[in-house]
């Protein structure tokens, strides 16, 4: 059975940062690239970042580059994301996502449905 859990989430002023982890089961931990995506109401699920192995590979989405950095701890199998200059825009639900190593690059991990395993999301809610 695989699990993400994702915490760290929940209501921040504009201009604050905040810190996502994602606890991991899937094993092993190295064959997998972790991502995280976001969905807002009425909105389909956004790319936000992904990482390979080693750390040495990482993709962001065009509305978050500069201020989001993704990282991960394979002794921990855990993956974080670190927010900072929220915007009202960043509010929405986000999931930590695990894809197996297609061979095919981090980039192949930025589309929903490439993606194995999905966690249970969390708020971010980031208010004027």
């Known amino acids: 059975q695989v699990h993400l859990v994702e915490s760290g989430g929940g209501l921040v002023q504009a201009g604050a940062s905040l810190r996502l982890s994602c606890a991991a089961s899937?094993?092993?931990?190295?064959?997998?690239?972790m991502a995280w995506f976001r969905q807002a109401p009425g909105k389909e699920r956004e790319f936000v970042a992904a990482i390979n192995w080693r750390g040495n590979s990482i993709e962001y989405g065009d509305p978050v580059k500069g201020r989001f950095t993704i990282s991960r701890d394979n002794a921990g199998n855990t993956v974080y994301l670190q927010m900072t200059s929220l915007k009202p825009e960043d509010t929405a639900a986000y999931y930590c996502a695990a894809r197996l190593n297609s061979g095919q690059g981090v980039s192949d991990v930025a589309r929903a449905t490439a993606i194995d395993y999905w966690g249970q999301g969390i708020q971010v809610t980031v208010s004027l």
């Open positions: 899937v094993r092993p931990f190295s064959a997998y690239y």
